[in-house]
C-alpha cells in the first residue's frame, strides 16, 4: 500500500531533550516536506526536499534540522526542543513538481 | 507568493451540492491549484487539482474561471463524511523551489 509513515505518533518530552521524528514513503517520490499545524494558523511548511541531499527552509524552520541521505526517508530533528514546538507534525510527499501530495498521519508532539 | 482567500465556514444540507469558493488573485500562468481536506486532526487527504480547464474525479469536480483569478470546489451529493476543512492551495514553486502555502480553509459543515 501506498503511504508515508511518521513516527512517533505521540510524543510528550521535556524541554532541552533532542528528538527525532522519522518519515518514510514508498511511492519513489521525489520532494519531501514537513509541516506543523496549530490552531487558528493552519499547515505551516517547516521545511522540503527537492531530491536526495537537497534541502530548503520553508516558512517556519527554526529551531529544525532536516536530512535527505535516501530518497524514500526525511526525518525532522529537533536538536533542542522548545515548548513552542508543541504541534501537530505532518509529513508529505509527491511525485513530481505539480502533482498532489500524499501525508502521513501526524505526530503529536508536546514539550514540557 | 500567490495566496488564497476563503470562506472560513459552510453549511450544506445533506445530499446537496457544496459549492466551496476560492480566490487566487495573483496565480501565475504555471502554477496549480490543489484542493486537499482535513477530518478532525487527520493527515490532509488530496481532492483534486487543475491548472485551467475544469476537472472532474470520483470525488468532486474543479471549476476554474477563464481569467483564474477563482475557482470553485463541487461536491455534488454531500454526505455527514464530508464534513471536514476544506483547503484551496496555489503551488508556489519552480524549479528551484517547492515552497507551499496552506491557508485556513473553509470549514464545511454537512447537515443531516
Known amino acids: 500500500e501506498a503511504q508515508v509513515t511518521q513516527n512517533p505518533r505521540y510524543l510528550i518530552t521535556v524541554t532541552g531533550k533532542k528528538l527525532t521524528v522519522t518519515c518514510s514513503q514508498n511511492m519513489n517520490h521525489e520532494y519531501m516536506s514537513w509541516y506543523r499545524q496549530d490552531p487558528g494558523l493552519g499547515l505551516r511548511q517547516i521545511y522540503y526536499?527537492?531530491?536526495?541531499?537537497?534541502?530548503d527552509k520553508g516558512d517556519v524552520p527554526e529551531g529544525y534540522k532536516v536530512s535527505r541521505k535516501e530518497k524514500r526517508n526525511f526525518p525532522l530533528i529537533l536538536e533542542s526542543p522548545s515548548p513552542n514546538q508543541t504541534s501537530l507534525y505532518f509529513c508529505?510527499?509527491?511525485?513530481?513538481?505539480?502533482?498532489?501530495?500524499?501525508f502521513g498521519d501526524g505526530t503529536r508532539l508536546s514539550i514540557l | 507568493d500567490a495566496k488564497t482567500t476563503q470562506p472560513p465556514s459552510m453549511d450544506c444540507a445533506e445530499g446537496r451540492a457544496a459549492n466551496l469558493p476560492c480566490n487566487h488573485s495573483?496565480?501565475?500562468?504555471?502554477?496549480?491549484v490543489y484542493w486537499y481536506r482535513q477530518i478532525h486532526s487527520q493527515g490532509p487527504q488530496y481532492i483534486i487539482h487543475?491548472?485551467?480547464n475544469n476537472e472532474t474525479n470520483e470525488m468532486a469536480s474543479l471549476i476554474i474561471t477563464e481569467d483564474r483569478k477563482s475557482s470553485t470546489l463541487i461536491l455534488p451529493h454531500a454526505t455527514l463524511r464530508d464534513t471536514a476543512v476544506y483547503y484551496c492551495?496555489?503551488?508556489?514553486?519552480?524549479?528551484?523551489?517547492?515552497?507551499?502555502?496552506f491557508g485556513p480553509g473553509t470549514s464545511l459543515s454537512v447537515i443531516p
Open positions: 495573483t496565480i501565475s500562468g504555471n502554477e496549480y
Open positions: 492551495i496555489v503551488r508556489v514553486g519552480g524549479t528551484s523551489y517547492d515552497k507551499v502555502i
Open positions: 508529505a510527499s509527491r511525485p513530481r513538481s505539480n502533482q498532489p501530495q500524499h
Open positions: 526536499s527537492m531530491n536526495v541531499e537537497v534541502t
Open positions: 487543475g491548472l485551467k
